[in-house]
């Protein structure tokens, strides 16, 4: 019976939670049409993460007066950050951005399918590996799909992925992704668009393998203003 108790409080000892953020932050522009970087990093610092997937995120473009945002919001917030080109854009770069306390052993940037050519970042933390996106937003779910193929062939465990993926429940992409992940509040209702009155989930937080992680905690923020989206947060035990 002792030996049973040790080796509890042994295993519990070993475990660790991340608190995981994924927000479509358009290029820091709200619907009130100020571009506001600060504002952004308010609703990031409101929930201590440990990481963060950003989508749309603008470097050196002629609409951000030239800021490079992803350092911006690293610096208000005081996390690490790395940005990931999708596209050259307004005399600038535009795509993703990860921000984290975590300690980054290395990252990379993949392409993905799209009418507007999309990508993929993998940040490697030694215990797991963080894939933030931001999938191709047309009509049709054909590129959508293929980009989700493409994020199963790079993926590894164990493993987060975070982003916008411009698909609902039960869309050809997340069946394609439920292949190899689960999804962090599956059947409950987590609207993130439109940004006033949320009625669809297009942004999500996964994980793989399903043994691994244990979802402490998911929920969209309550934050109608500095974005077109809803951020959503997860804590996860690992």
Known sequence: MRFILFLFATCAAFAAEVTV???????CEGVDGKLDVARIAAVIRSVKPGV??????????????????????????GLTAIFGRAIDYGGGQYGNAVLTRLPVKRWANHPLPGQEPRALMEVD?????????????TREDTHR???????NRLAKSPALLAGDLN???GSTPMKILAGEW?????????????????????????FRPATRWK???????????????RPILAVLEY
């Open 21 to 27: 953020l994924s927000y479509n932050i358009r290029h």
């Open 52 to 77: 963060v997937a950003l989508q749309e995120v603008d470097r050196k473009t002629e609409r951000a007066g030239g800021a490079d945002q992803a350092e911006e919001l690293g610096r208000l917030t």
């Open 125 to 137: 933390f030694g215990a797991f590996t963080f894939f933030a996106t931001h999938l191709d937003a």
């Open 145 to 151: 799909a293929a980009a989700a193929a493409e994020i």
């Open 167 to 169: 698909a609902v429940p």
């Open 182 to 206: 689960s999804v962090a509040g599956e059947g409950l209702s987590l609207p993130t668009i439109p940004v006033r009155q949320p009625a669809r989930q297009i942004d999500y937080i996964l």
């Open 215 to 229: 979802v402490i905690e998911i929920r969209v923020l309550d934050e109608p203003l500095a974005s077109d989206h």
